[in-house]
């Protein structure tokens, strides 16, 4: 059973930097591709960043390219987002997903069959 666990959320103002995680189990870590996403109130759930199974590829919404880092720790089996240069417009609740089957790195949500609980990010001054 894959489990995912974020964590990392909170309060920052416009154009300070948060780091999520995701911690995942039930797999070996290499046969994931994980995404990240995010659903803002009143909004549908979007795809910020991903990579594929073994990080051969790995995507950006041009929404954070530029400003969002995608990075693994094999050893943690732990994956983070480092956000930069936080907009209000980043604010919502983020969430990293899993896929096994295909391995591959997707912006839709209905690739990935795992979910983690979220994690609540608040830009605002």
């Known amino acids: 059973q894959v489990q995912l666990v974020e964590s990392g959320g909170g309060l920052v103002q416009p154009g300070g930097s948060l780091r999520l995680s995701c911690v995942a189990s039930g797999r070996p870590f290499d046969d994931y591709a994980i995404g990240w996403f995010r659903q803002a109130p009143g909004k549908e759930r979007e795809g910020v960043s991903c990579f594929s199974r073994g990080f051969g590829r790995i995507y950006y919404a041009g929404s954070v390219k530029g400003r969002f880092t995608i990075s693994r720790d094999n050893a943690k089996n732990t994956v983070y987002l480092q956000m930069n240069s936080l907009k209000p417009e980043d604010t919502g609740v983020y969430y990293c997903?899993?896929?096994?089957?295909?391995?591959?790195?997707?912006?839709?949500?209905?690739?990935?069959?795992?979910w983690g609980q979220g994690t609540q990010v608040t830009v605002s001054s």
């Open positions: 997903a899993a896929d096994v089957r295909f391995g591959d790195c997707s912006a839709f949500a209905n690739q990935y069959p795992y």
